[in-house]
Each structure stands twice: as C-alpha cells, then as structure tokens.
C-alpha cells in the first residue's frame, strides 16, 4: 500500500475582469519525494497592448521551468559526492537562471519565426522579446531542499510551523507602478532572485507555500491585508485540508481580481497533517529555519536551462537590469514584504565568479525601458 502524499496541492487561475485574455500561467508537478520533487511555478505575461503575445510567454515560461527544475533536482544524486551541496547552490544561483532567460528568449523567437503576425513588422529582435513580456516564479521542494526563484513581481509565501507569515523573495526595493523585470529583457537573468533552504530537520520544511501573480496582493489596500489573508487562508487548510477549501479559493481569487482588475493566480503546497514530511521523515511544526538566504546573481553558466537567482539589488548594489512596464491599468500595491533574507549557516563555498553577461552573445536581449 502506497504512502499518502505528504503535500496537497492546489492550483487555480481567474481571468481578471478588465482583461480580454488570461495572460497567466501555473503549473504543479511531483509529490516532493527525492525522486518525484514538487515543483510550483507561475507566470504573469504582461498583457497590454505592448505585449500582445504574453500569454504565449507565460505558457513557456512555466513549462520551461518545470523541465529545467526536474533536472536541477536530478543533480541532488551527487551528494554522496564531496561538495555536492556547493555544487548545487552555485548552479541554482547562476546556471539555473542564464539558462532559464536563454532557453525562453530561443522559444519566443522561433514562436515567432513560425507565425510572425503580418501587422506586426519588429526590425530587431529585442521588439520581438517585448511581445512576450512574462514574470516568473517557480519553487522545487524535496525532503532536504527548499529552493524557490522569481523574475519580476508576484507573491513567494512561506508559512512556517508557528504560523508565521514570510515572503522570502520580496525585493527590498517594492517596484514602482506597474514596473517589473522581465523574462524579454536584456540581461534578464541577472534580476532573478533565489532563495535557497536547507532543510536538514523535516521538521523544520515550512508547512504551506504558495505562488501568486500580483493581481492577488494588489488588490489588498496594505501589506497587512495580504499578510492577513495567507495567515487565515493557512488557518482554514489547518482545519479543513485542500479538499474542504479548493471549492472556496475560485470565489476568494475572483473577489480578488474584481477588486485588481487584473487576473490572479494562485498556486499553493500543504504539508498533509500527521503524515511523513517526504520519503518517510516525520511532521511537525517549526520555525523559519535559520540557514534560509537569498542569493544574489554570478556569472552564468551555460546556455539552456529555466531558473532564478537574486538580484544585485538584493545586497543593495545597483542593478544593472532593464525594467518592462506591465501596463496592466492598476498600480500595483507592494505585498507584504518580508524583512529580508536570512542570514544562511550553510557552509557551502560560494563558488560565484565575476558577472560579465550572458555566455553566447548570439542571443538577443530586449534592451527597452518603460516608466509608468
């Protein structure tokens, strides 16, 4: 007889009511054992006039990263392997991200290449990119690893073992307007955020994480509003499970989006009550693990390969960036922030070269800058 799953996921998208198309995209794969790992992940494409084709951008971006992080989590097979976990970290800080930028950057092109649109004449490719426009976010989860990333705007929320509400990939900066990075811009990888956390205790793995686009939290007038709502969303799982709240979610996302104007998504993982953590660890409750960090962005690695990784901004350095202006008609309100990244006790070598820009320079970037 086979173990229950120990997460329960769920996932759910409603199309804003200002909008004429859904330009978001989830996706939920794996239980999150070491051979089937739970990975989340969400897209937000940018959906006004100036990105006609974001919708596209956002379904490649979610595929994109759900096969990059399958392979991501196949190198956790190395750890019986001195530096292993180094290793690993690197790559989630810097291989993940280039790659992810550059595997959806040649997508996006070759979209185009087999159906250009006959009014629409870009002469270079970065105009191209920009009719892509996406955010991302995107979390693995295995019995020892928590790894999440994000390009762009949209909710990473962690609710701990104590019930305390975090968002460990707010930027410290909140964005203004309807400004966001994004996947078409030059350089793009370098925008990406990582957070990166052992769990070396499965009690300790946090017990609800949930992806949203920020058509959710803009539609909350405070940072506390959005706080609030994830603390009792996490209450009402405690008590009743996926199944007694998966038939209340639609309703509560669609209030959301009548409030934003703009589509929101939700995508979220429980850790199942009184059932093995993963692969037969045990449950209970715990607080934010002390090695949890956000990485900041290196030199990247090969070409290929859907990830994140935190931003320059991050250590308060400039960014060098582009920004897109997601022109989605309603000022986004910061979400609850988190009071930035925890100090990590991982002692793995940092193993981060100097940044100099994408490994192929064939590859082209939007180098376009809006303000609202």
């Known amino acids: ?123 270079s490719p970065g105009p191209i990119l920009r009719l892509y426009g996406s955010t991302l976010i995107g979390a693995v989860l295995t019995p020892d690893l928590f790894v999440a990333w994000q390009l762009g705007d949209g909710e990473l929320t962690v609710v701990d073992g104590d019930g305390e509400v975090r968002l460990p990939l707010a930027p410290v900066r909140a964005e203004l307007g309807d400004e966001t990075a994004s996947l078409c811009m030059r350089n793009a990888w370098r925008s990406v955020r990582v957070h990166w956390e052992p769990l070396p205790d499965p009690a300790r793995a946090p017990r609800l994480v949930a992806l949203s686009t920020d058509g959710l939290s803009k539609s909350f007038v405070s940072d506390e509003g959005f706080t609030e709502f994830a603390a009792g969303l996490h209450r009402r799982l405690t008590e009743r499970g996926v199944p007694g709240v998966s038939g209340d979610i639609p309703g509560w996302l669609a209030e959301a989006s009548r409030h934003s104007g703009d589509d929101t998504t939700l995508v979220l993982a429980r850790r199942a009550d009184g059932r093995p953590a993963v692969d037969g660890a045990s449950d209970g409750a715990s607080a934010a693990p002390a090695d949890a960090k956000v990485e900041a962005a290196g030199e990247p690695a090969e070409p290929k390969e859907e990830s994140a990784e935190a931003s320059a901004d991050v250590r308060g350095e400039s960014s060098e960036a582009s920004q897109a202006t997601r022109g989605e008609g309603t000022e986004a309100s910061p979400a609850t922030r988190g009071e930035g990244a925890d100090e990590s006790r991982d002692d793995a070598a940092e193993g981060q070269g100097p940044g100099s820009g994408p490994a192929d320079p064939r590859i082209p970037y939007c180098e376009e800058r809006e303000r609202p």
Request: with cysteine.
């Open 1 to 123: 007889m086979s173990a229950p799953p120990a997460w329960e996921t769920f996932h759910e998208s409603i199309q804003g009511v200002n909008k004429a198309r859904n330009q978001d995209r989830c996706l939920v794969q794996g239980t999150g054992t070491a051979r089937d790992p739970l990975i989340l992940t969400v897209a937000d494409g940018h959906g006004s006039a100036s990105y006609p084709r974001s919708h596209v951008g956002a379904h490649y971006a979610t595929d994109l990263f759900a096969n990059r992080a399958r392979e991501f989590v196949t190198s956790v097979a190395d750890r019986d392997r001195a530096g292993w976990r180094g290793r690993l970290r690197d790559y989630a800080r810097i291989g993940l991200p280039e790659r992810l930028v550059r595997d959806w950057q040649g997508e996006v092109l070759r979209h185009w290449e087999r159906d250009p649109t006959p009014d629409e004449d870009p002469k």
